[in-house]
């Protein structure tokens, strides 16, 4: 079982998850099957490699989940003034 949050923008939910470097972070916000769309580098960012080519997201930025091995990054400070939390840990 894995934890994700709900947020909300505008008219459209989103699950999502903020990267803070640290594997344990994905392994619980992410199903085991879909680990394999995420790799790490030495400098502990996280690269989404999705059907629509690899994002590169830095730690403090929100891992945004649109379908089964798609996912996409966002900047903090742009998701903060897009979304609002509306049910934490939800799965």
Do not use: Q
Not at 7 to 34: H, P, Q
């Amino acid at each position: 079982m894995f934890l994700i949050n709900l947020y909300k923008r505008k008219s459209n939910v989103v699950n999502a998850f903020k990267w803070d470097g640290f594997r344990n972070t994905l392994i619980k916000n992410v199903g085991s099957m879909e680990l394999k769309a995420f790799s790490t580098n030495e400098n502990r960012n996280l690269t989404v490699h999705s059907p629509f080519g690899s994002h590169t997201c830095a730690i403090g930025d929100y891992v945004i989940k649109h379908g089964m091995l798609d996912y996409t990054c966002c900047k903090s400070d742009e998701f903060k003034n897009n979304y609002v939390l509306i049910d934490r840990d939800f799965n």
